[in-house]
């Protein structure tokens, strides 16, 4: 697994120095788990097949703001998918996730100390989500795996909205102090 | 360490870059956090932790191949008009060259003898490069006339790009390409081939035309994709 962050890191670096082959390369690794994004979030074929597609371009034409460190690269890639797809439900204004690109990888510094406690932090999470009510863990599944808005999470769950606001910032504040713990 | 970072700003700015981070906010929330997002660093670290805590999660997402009209797609918006491979190392284009170029060369030495020359001005031929690529709509004709040191360049199709020149570059074996200048892709263009490229020219060589930058590869060295290449052969 290691070797697949390397390699898939390697690609997307050679991307930004406009290597087709690690594009093409890139693409045959990964497409099918960021369709897999877009699709669950999208939840239409062709709309997600039209999101898989500009992501692709915005990998391509901004590769170049992947900073090794930090963030594993096949989280960035999904980032780049999953907001893409999230500004597609929002409001079909694709190009706003320029900045969330940015803001994804401006401060992503190739810090080891960082890159630790992230490591750390990614693997603690399942346990933190586990420790919470099961219907409060779905919801926070939800909004992250299916981009769920608080107005569905709260008709999905039968409560009122913002009940559902409370919940969810409750499991928030919850799963942060798990983690930091 | 992280608790610093998390409730820096208050809880309910912890809280709202938990909600961005998971995409919870509506579209004006949303644009408000982020605007802050790019003036407040705390926030930004509070936002890089909530995303990679969460991040576990993408392990979720269930791979789905797509469906290959997508890669299509893509491949022609990003690269049509261009080289397909774009390297100059790629054998593949070399091969698909090599193959191409003999086509078209057996049909300009079919013009070239079928043409009478009565005229003076006629271009006399001794060697013909067909230049094209997969991908690319550029095809050039180049023809050398020994005795004069000349190479006239016709246009089959190709267009000109804006921002943009072609450059024809020479090369001999695996030597590094050398330019032989900007080319006009909707003139007719002649012109004289350099002292220092005149030894090795003949059959073999390769004749490239790539995309640069206005003026010509700002390098002594192609960096843009090659749109059309091609040996030169004897006629």
Request: aromatic content about 6%; some cysteine.
């Amino acid at each position: 697994m290691a070797s697949d962050t390397a390699d898939i890191a390697d690609m997307i670096a050679r991307c930004a120095l406009r290597d087709r082959q690690a594009f093409r390369e890139l693409y045959a690794r990964t497409s099918a788990k960021l369709y897999g994004v877009t699709l669950r979030i999208l939840r239409d074929r062709s709309e997600a097949e039209e999101a898989l597609q500009e992501v692709y371009v915005k990998i391509w034409q901004r590769a170049d703001r992947y900073v090794p460190g930090g963030y594993s690269p096949i989280s960035w890639l999904v980032a780049v998918a999953r907001n893409h797809s999230l500004d597609v439900l929002r409001a079909r204004k694709p190009q706003s996730d320029d900045i969330d690109m940015a803001l994804d990888v401006a401060d992503a510094s190739p810090d080891p100390e960082q890159a630790e406690a992230n490591r750390g932090e990614r693997a603690r999470i399942d346990g933190c989500l586990d420790q919470l009510d099961a219907d409060k863990a779905e919801a926070v599944r939800g909004a992250y795996l299916d981009g769920y808005s608080y107005e569905e999470l709260s008709e999905r769950h039968k409560v009122p909205l913002n009940t559902m606001r409370t919940w969810l910032r409750r499991s928030l504040l919850k799963l942060r102090e798990c983690l930091s713990a | 360490m992280s608790d610093a970072n998390t409730i820096a700003g208050g809880d309910e700015d912890g809280f709202l870059v938990a909600e961005y981070a998971l995409g919870l906010l509506d579209g004006p929330e949303h644009d408000r956090v982020r605007s802050r997002l790019k003036a407040e660093p705390v926030l930004r670290a509070d936002l890089r932790l909530w995303r990679t805590r969460l991040s576990s999660l993408d392990s979720e997402f269930v791979e789905t191949p797509a469906p290959a009209a997508v890669w299509s797609r893509l491949e022609q918006r990003l690269f049509t008009g261009q080289a397909k491979a774009g390297f100059w190392n790629s054998l593949a284009l070399w091969r698909s060259v090599a193959a191409g170029a003999l086509a078209v060369a057996v049909i300009a030495i079919g013009i070239n003898v079928a043409t009478p020359r009565p005229d003076p001005n006629a271009f006399a031929a001794q060697l013909v490069a067909a230049l094209s690529a997969q991908g690319s709509n550029v095809s050039v004709v180049a023809l050398y006339n020994e005795t004069t040191g000349q190479v006239r360049l016709t246009t089959v199709s190709g267009d000109p790009v804006p921002n943009k020149d072609y450059e024809l570059w020479a090369i001999e074996g695996s030597a590094a390409p050398k330019s032989m200048g900007v080319i006009k892709i909707n003139a007719r263009n002649d012109m004289k081939v350099a002292p220092d490229l005149l030894a090795g020219f003949g059959p073999g060589t390769t004749l490239a035309i790539s995309l640069e930058p206005l003026g010509g590869s700002p390098t002594h060295a192609p960096t843009g994709p090659i749109v059309a290449a091609g040996k030169a052969t004897t006629i």
